[in-house]
């Protein structure tokens, strides 16, 4: 079993829809969750993070997590084509002694 | 401003060269991580380092190696054992501790091509 898991996509989603960005990891004493979006030939820039249950809202991004299913999400709302890109999900393992990436998610808006 | 910089962008190694990226901060980050990244996969973490002097393998440190000698800088090598080193090398630093998240930031990147 993978760390941080995540489905590698397309997802394909028409403008304006929402989109919805799953992950899962193993180790259950993870404290740190965060979202990074990558385009392509460009490094990963920080979306959102998020560190207790529940949902976190940062403008059109809502990051959402339950620590008991071990499942952490990002729901982008009003998607436009400038989100195509690649979503990595990243964890901190629960030593707090490095940051795990998922493989990411390919999203496409299509218009 | 305050960042991470990466040098060079851009790197073409002849085989059975070492090379070595240069990775700076200025944001007086504890953590510093090397990750490789190739076409179309995920990051896969080749060493980090907490504090000055001490590092720590990653998943593929094998045909790379680090040093910290500085708070700020934390310059990769990529040696000739590394038999397939054609990726996107991205270097990335936090600060440590729970009240920070740890969250990480990340220099431009640097591609390395193997002639």
């Known amino acids: 079993q993978k760390e941080v898991e995540q489905n590698s996509g397309p997802l394909s989603v028409p403008e304006g829809a929402i989109a919805s960005l799953n992950c899962t990891y193993s180790?259950?004493?993870?404290?740190?969750f965060f979202w990074y979006r990558q385009y392509s030939g460009k490094s990963p820039e920080l979306i959102m993070f998020i560190y207790s249950n529940g949902d976190k809202e940062d403008g059109r991004f809502t990051a959402q997590l339950n620590k008991a299913s071990q499942y952490v999400s990002l729901l982008i709302r009003d998607s436009q084509p400038s989100d195509s890109a690649t979503y990595l999900c990243a964890v901190v393992n629960s030593s707090a002694s490095k940051i795990i990436f998922g493989s990411g998610t390919r999203l496409s808006i299509r218009p | 401003d305050g960042g991470i910089t990466q040098s060079p962008k851009y790197l073409f190694r002849k085989e059975g060269q070492n090379v070595t990226l240069s990775c700076e901060q200025n944001?007086?980050?504890?953590?510093m991580y090397w990750y490789r990244q190739d076409p179309g996969q995920g990051l896969r973490l080749i060493y980090y380092s907490q504090i000055v002097n001490d590092f720590q393998k990653g998943d593929i440190a094998e045909g790379y190696s680090v040093s910290r000698e500085k708070k700020e800088s934390f310059p990769l090598t990529v040696t000739s054992a590394q038999k397939n080193p054609t990726a996107f090398y991205l270097c990335?630093?936090?600060?440590?501790?729970?009240?920070?998240?740890?969250?990480?930031?990340f220099g431009e990147g640097s591609w390395l091509t193997v002639v």
């Open positions: 180790d259950r004493g993870s404290q740190s």
């Open positions: 990335a630093s936090s600060l440590v501790g729970r009240l920070s998240g740890n969250t990480i930031y």
């Open positions: 944001l007086n980050h504890d953590a």
